[in-house]
């Protein structure tokens, strides 16, 4: 969004979420506590912020898939203006970069809606879903629009899985700090426009009457036999190719991890760099970009690839000729 792209205004929410990070104690006794494997990524500023782009990418990579911020952009907007906001928008990144997403139901849902909110974001990641959140930052307080930003919520901690509870702990990649992400228990996280309570502490909010947001809730595969694959890549932004001077594309070193394997059983990961090429089924038979064959020698192997920073890479893995 567009408030939040000035060094002072990244300066200023930095302090305010450290703030929140050291006020927002872990709950007593805790049931249940969720981390998902996705770091917390660095969004570009320019042309009204790349948050919506950043927050895709890092579900993406969580799902086997890197794509950069601009190619994200690209497929709706080629001419990098306009934020991945609208959900037009997502309806058009989505099924091209082949994932699927539940859309929290704020159309149907009585408002105050931040407790139904809070309770659909635990139930997707109780379900290793990464969700994507929306809110509001207090240097836009005097504004009309129903979001400021966007970031991705990758964990949970907590004492009860069941309704809204003031102690659950909500772990929050922001995109602005570099590398944690914050941890705010559900009592200081909401707040109206106006920020005019846990927003004036601590300077970022999630929405409290009207909320937005979606769980990216896997791949468009449709083969049982796909095993679960991770990219993650040895640091956490990427070439800015949209500031006023253009920052050359690098090769990223990843490490693709696949899960779920049975050993002793030989296996393909396959790779693309088109993701309209990515078949959902019958992978053997379709062409791709890369292979490679393994034997699996224990439940979860991780395996190195470059990955064009400026581009697509796909990751599928399948057991041989399937």
Known sequence: MNITTSSSSRRLLGA???AALAAAALPASV???IALPIRNRLQWLENAGYCGEVSLQE???YYGTYVSQAYIRGLYDPSQQNDLVQLEEWAVVLPAL?????VFPNETTPAPQYK???EWMKRHLEARHPVIVTCYLFEGRESADPVDHIMTASGWTGTSMNGYNDDDTFIINDHYRSPAAFALQARWLFDTRAMAENGTVYGISLQKEVNY??????????SAEARPVRVELDRIDEPNLIAPTPETPVDLAATVTVSGLTIGKSYVIYRYNDPARVPTK???AAPRDGATRFKASKTTQSFPASIRSDGVAVFR???VGK
Do not use: M, Q, W
Request: glycine share 10%.
């Open 59 to 61: 579900c993406a990579l």
């Open 31 to 33: 049931e249940a506590s």
């Open 213 to 222: 947001g979606l769980a990216i809730t896997g791949t468009t595969n449709r």
């Open 317 to 319: 893995c399948l057991p």
């Open 16 to 18: 305010l979420l450290a």
């Open 98 to 102: 082949g994932l699927k997403a539940d």
């Open 282 to 284: 019958n992978y053997a």
């Open 116 to 118: 139904a909110y809070a």
